[in-house]
Antibody
């Protein structure tokens, strides 16, 4: 069974940092692009970042560019999101999501999602 | 960035009704339009990919269509488990963008 399990969320003050992890199982992790998507309380979905199967290609949404860094460790089947200079508007549930097609980050849908990890940024 | 505009934002319908949700892209995205269903407190679930392909395991009452930059999600006969929020998403380019969502409620 394909599974994604996020961890690392929590409470942080504005300007602080947090690193999210997403442990993958049930599929060949190093063959698929991965993504982070967030959802602020009561709001819609916002794509945050994506990474190619090898990690060579990294992509970011405008609101997090320069503050967040996506990475992956294919030997550990784990996806990461390093979040720095956090702001109140970054408060959200963060989901990791798997690309639906093997290969590099292209046009694929997100076919498997984790359960989400809540990040709260507040003073 | 490509803007995705869904309509309506919400709708009320009865079990057995035919329901159609529309998503319009601000520019051409070819067929790279996906639909997701999200229930309260749960992660989104992929329903339709590349505009009209049904994801494995999704009931056949769900279907997708496309005409230029306009896309539709149709539920042919609404079931109790279909009451949820639906999102469209373009994966033609980055940043990937979602529509604002359509909440389907019980009439």
């Amino acid at each position: 069974e394909v599974q994604l399990l996020e961890s690392g969320g929590g409470f942080v003050q504005p300007g602080g940092s947090l690193r999210l992890s997403c442990a993958a199982s049930g599929f060949i992790f190093n063959s698929y692009a991965m993504n982070w998507v967030r959802q602020a309380p009561g709001k819609g979905l916002e794509w945050v970042s994506g990474i190619s199967d090898t990690g060579a290609g990294k992509y970011y949404g405008d609101s997090v560019k320069g503050r967040f860094t996506i990475s992956r460790d294919n030997s550990k089947n784990t996806l990461y999101l390093q979040m720095d200079s956090l702001r109140a508007e970054d408060t959200a549930v963060y989901y990791c999501a798997k690309g639906s097609v093997r290969g590099i980050f292209v046009t694929e849908a997100f076919d498997t999602w984790g359960q989400g990890s809540l990040v709260t940024v507040s003073s | 960035d490509i803007q995705m505009t869904q309509s309506p934002s919400s709708l009320s319908a009865s079990v057995g009704d035919r329901v159609t949700i529309t998503c319009r892209a601000s520019q051409s995205i070819s067929i790279y339009l996906n639909w997701y269903q999200q229930k309260p407190g749960k992660a989104p679930k992929l329903l339709i990919y590349t505009a009209s392909s049904l994801q494995s395991g999704v009931p056949s009452r769900f279907s997708g269509g496309a005409s230029g930059t306009d896309f539709t999600l149709t539920i042919s006969s609404l079931q109790p488990e279909d009451f949820a929020t639906y999102y469209c998403q373009q994966t033609y380019t980055t940043p990937r963008t979602f529509g604002q969502g359509t909440k389907v409620e019980i009439k």
